[in-house]
Antibody
Framework: EVQLVQSGAEVKKPGESLKISCKGF????????IGWVRQMPGKGLEWMGI????????KYSPSFQGQVTISADKSVSTAFLQWSSLMASDSGVYYC??????????????WGKGTTVTVSS | QSVLTQPPSVSGAPGQRVTISCTGT?????????VHWYQQLPGTAPKLLIY???NRPSGVPDRFSASKSGTSASLAITGLQAEDEADYYC????????????FGGGTKLTVL
């Protein structure tokens, strides 16, 4: 079964760093783009960016460029989303999702269950 | 402010047909880029409902269909059931954002 397993919920203070993970199972991890989607409490979906684990090519939404870092370790079929200095406004649920298609035709067919990040002093 | 515009809410009685619109611009839907639709049940991750503007993944009932024309797209749900109560999101890509994926703001479907 194809699935994405995300790391557990995190509670952090403003200014702290964080790296959350998403491990792929049941498919060739290096053959698909994998990305991150944010959902703030009570709000809609926001696409953050994607990475191609095969060559680490990465694309970011302009809204998130410079705010987060997306990476992947193909040896363990895992993608990561990283912050160097969290803010309260980073609180939300972060989903990883396998992307299919090509540029200008991306869509997501497999989603992780989400990682809840809470940033509070 | 989402790049794609959806009505915040729609409702219908069991058995009825409802549609959810998704309005874009000439830099996304109007540029010919495909529209994809997702269903998000309460407290769960989104699920792919329609891809490539009109295609259903295996396992999605044929009660769900979609279309695209000009700068807009729509999702239709026939034979409405209680378990269809969820948030629905459209998605495309946008050339002014470097081909980034963009989502609609989401539509809450209430089954009366």
């Amino acid at each position: 079964e194809v699935q994405l397993v995300q790391s557990g919920a995190e509670v952090k203070k403003p200014g702290e760093s964080l790296k959350i993970s998403c491990k792929g199972f049941g498919y060739s991890f290096t053959d698909y783009w994998i990305g991150w989607v944010r959902q703030m409490p009570g709000k809609g979906l926001e696409w953050m960016g994607i990475i191609y684990p095969g060559d680490s090519n990465t694309k970011y939404s302009p809204s998130f460029q410079g705010q987060v870092t997306i990476s992947a370790d193909k040896s363990v079929s895992t993608a990561f989303l990283q912050w160097s200095s969290l803010m309260a406004s980073d609180s939300g649920v972060y989903y990883c999702a396998r992307h299919r298609g090509i540029e200008y035709y991306y869509y997501t067919d497999v989603w992780g269950k989400g990682t809840t990040v809470t940033v509070s002093s | 402010q989402s790049v794609l515009t959806q009505p915040p809410s729609v409702s219908g009685a069991p058995g009825q047909r409802v549609t959810i619109s998704c309005t874009g611009t000439s830099s996304n839907i109007g540029a010919g880029y495909a529209v994809h639709w997702y269903q998000q049940l309460p407290g769960t991750a989104p699920k792919l409902l329609i891809y490539g503007s009109t295609n259903r993944p295996s396992g999605v009932p044929d009660r769900f269909s979609a279309s695209k024309s000009g700068t807009s797209a729509s999702l239709a749900i026939t034979g409405l059931q209680a378990e269809d109560e969820a948030d629905y999101y459209c998605q495309s890509c946008d050339s002014t954002l470097g081909g980034s994926v963009v989502f609609g703001g989401g539509t809450k479907l209430t089954v009366l």
